[in-house]
């Protein structure tokens, strides 16, 4: 079993204070955090089981990570949605950059440390250095989960990684919704079209 090889940890944080020309009515931090890794697999061909490494990388990963991004976001308290990120280099597979962010080992702990109860958005693919890693955001509270103002989405990029064996792992987060949402939620709309949440008509007394 390799060992786990971070190479680096790059923080991207942006504070949005306008938006449609007007002043936000506070601030929008949106935030993320990411380790460059070498890439587990690197080198082995095609692996039957990936679960040795994941269970191997997965934890220490979240060890890192969790806790900046909390930092950065000011406390759990702070973080209102989330999402998270693999990117594996060319000579990976897509499996590989999956793996390591969909497992309780990783996931869950963001979960816990943002203290969210709801699915983590993600995007995973494979790619060059330089790309633009870019992933979606939604409420961290399951209950909460149609609330379009926090329908958000972080982007950066790291100009030497993913090389071509390594796999970039990433969380990030939000401390509100878009400045000036106006657009509503899924619960106005099914009222406005009188279904419920499985788009059935509400039963008439």
């Excluded at 587990?40 to 934890?59: M, R």
């Excluded at 970039?168 to 419920?196: E, S, T």
Aim: glycine letters at 10%; aromatic letters at 6%; one cysteine or more.
């Amino acid at each position: 079993m390799t060992d786990i090889v971070i190479r680096k940890v790059v923080d991207h944080v942006e504070d949005v204070l306008m938006e449609g020309g007007r002043a936000a009515p506070r601030p929008l931090r949106m935030a993320a955090c990411a380790a460059v890794i070498r890439n587990p697999w690197a080198g082995q061909g095609f692996v039957d089981d990936l679960a040795p490494a994941i269970l191997a990388h997965a934890p220490i990963l979240a060890e890192a990570l969790v806790p900046r991004l909390v930092a950065l976001m000011g406390g759990a308290e702070r973080i209102e949605a989330y999402g998270k990120a693999a990117v594996v280099g060319t000579n990976g597979e897509i499996e590989h950059a999956a793996g390591l962010i969909h497992t309780l080992h990783f996931g869950n702990a963001f979960r816990i440390g943002a203290e969210g109860n709801a699915f983590l958005p993600f995007v995973n693919k494979r790619s060059g250095a330089g790309v633009p890693i870019a992933f979606p955001l939604t409420h961290k509270r399951e209950e909460r989960k149609g609330t379009r103002s926090h329908f958000l989405s972080i982007e950066f990029a790291i100009s030497d990684a993913p090389t071509a064996d390594e796999i970039v792992v990433a969380l990030g987060a939000a401390d509100g919704g878009r400045p000036h949402h106006r657009i509503g939620d899924r619960f106005q709309d099914m009222k406005a079209m009188g279904v419920d949440q499985t788009g059935k008509p509400h039963a008439t007394p």
